[in-house]
């Protein structure tokens, strides 16, 4: 596959992760942070909120891939 290939799919599997973690983490804290007090909210925010890099992180190194000779 060609590394432009890699990269139109990454993007778009980028997005979407982005999307649904966002969503999740949304959903989350609307059921279970609703009577924790405003530092447990912003720590968590702070931990989803860099949540996604981690799984990201396997999609940009595949998209940056070299291609084969």
């Known amino acids: 596959m060609r590394i432009r290939t890699r990269k139109l799919i990454g993007t778009l599997g980028l997005l979407a992760l982005v999307t649904v973690?966002?969503?999740?983490?949304?959903?989350?804290?609307?059921f279970a942070l609703r009577a924790q007090s405003g530092l447990v909210?912003?720590?968590f925010y702070a931990v989803a909120g860099l949540g996604w890099v981690l799984p990201a992180m396997p999609i940009v190194a595949w998209m940056q891939r070299p291609d084969r000779a």
Do not use: I
């Open 21 to 30: 973690w966002a969503l999740l983490a949304m959903a989350f804290a609307q």
């Open 41 to 43: 909210v912003f720590l």
